[in-house]
């Protein structure tokens, strides 16, 4: 599958035009950079059980949860040798070279600001932070990664002893609400809104694309398949994303 040189172009030219442009990312991002995603066939939650990874089972039982969880990242991220990819990076330069305002990315993995991106709102949390419990600091996960990993179950905060929890969005628990009402905002301001290899199917990245579309925005998607939001584009690139945002950023310079 190829995108037409001049959609590329008038895409480009939109962005160049625009005050205020926004990106969505997916798990299309991140399967790119071999990460399975959760969600698909064959994805995370058909091969562990959901119910394990729920916030009831870290509330009764956060040692296992823990122990569960290092084994569910472990295979996820392929232990740690995961990178960000080309659609990572033209996302970055996007934003180094003045032309992209925020990614607001469903990707837990944090690889966008690996490959240098500021401005990213994270709706669905970050696996590479835990959260403290009681004092609710966030520390960097890769230490108390290391504790569950070594069998000290579960980990806890180094100021007050509270039990961490994993600062992603777990079963059961709302989603940041700061994170949603930012996002909200952005989409409703921005020029251009580029949803990037998402499905489109949960909220709130179901819904974040047609505010934008209806507050003038012109709207593009980067994604092999078609989406409920499809008709609403004014530009459908149905493409891998490691193909297309490169060309995007290159066309964005010349
Ligand atoms: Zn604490």
Redesign the pocket.
């Known amino acids: 599958m190829s995108v037409d040189q001049s959609d590329v172009r008038a895409v480009a030219g939109a962005i160049r035009d625009a005050e205020t442009v926004v990106a969505l990312t997916g798990a299309g991002v991140s399967t790119a950079s071999g990460i399975p995603d959760f969600r698909g066939e064959d994805g995370i939650w058909e091969r562990h059980d959901p119910m394990d990874f729920h916030i009831d089972r870290f509330r009764s039982d956060p040692g296992g949860f823990w122990d569960d969880r290092v084994k569910l990242l472990a295979a996820a991220f392929d232990d740690g040798n995961v990178a960000p990819n080309a659609a990572h990076e033209a996302l970055a330069e996007l934003e180094s070279a003045g032309y992209l305002d925020t990614v607001v990315t469903q990707n837990i993995d944090g690889l966008h600001q690996d490959a240098g991106s500021e401005g990213v709102i994270e709706i669905h949390g970050s696996a590479a932070r835990v959260v403290?419990r009681?004092?609710s600091?966030r520390f960097d996960a890769e230490p108390a990664m290391e504790r569950a990993r070594d069998g000290d179950l579960p980990p806890t905060?180094d100021?007050?002893d509270?039990t961490l929890k994993p600062d992603t969005v777990l079963f059961g628990e709302q989603l940041p609400e700061h994170a949603l009402m930012q996002s909200q905002a952005k989409a409703e301001n921005a020029d251009v809104f580029l949803a990037v290899g998402s499905s489109l199917t949960v909220q709130p990245a179901a819904s974040l694309p047609r505010v934008a579309a209806e507050r003038g925005a012109t709207l593009v998607l980067v994604n092999l398949e078609s989406t409920p939001v499809s008709e609403r584009a004014d530009y459908d690139l149905r493409a891998d994303v490691t193909e297309a945002l490169p060309r995007l950023r290159q066309a964005v310079k010349e």
Do not use: E, S, Y
């Open positions: 403290c009681d004092c600091r905060c100021d007050c509270g």
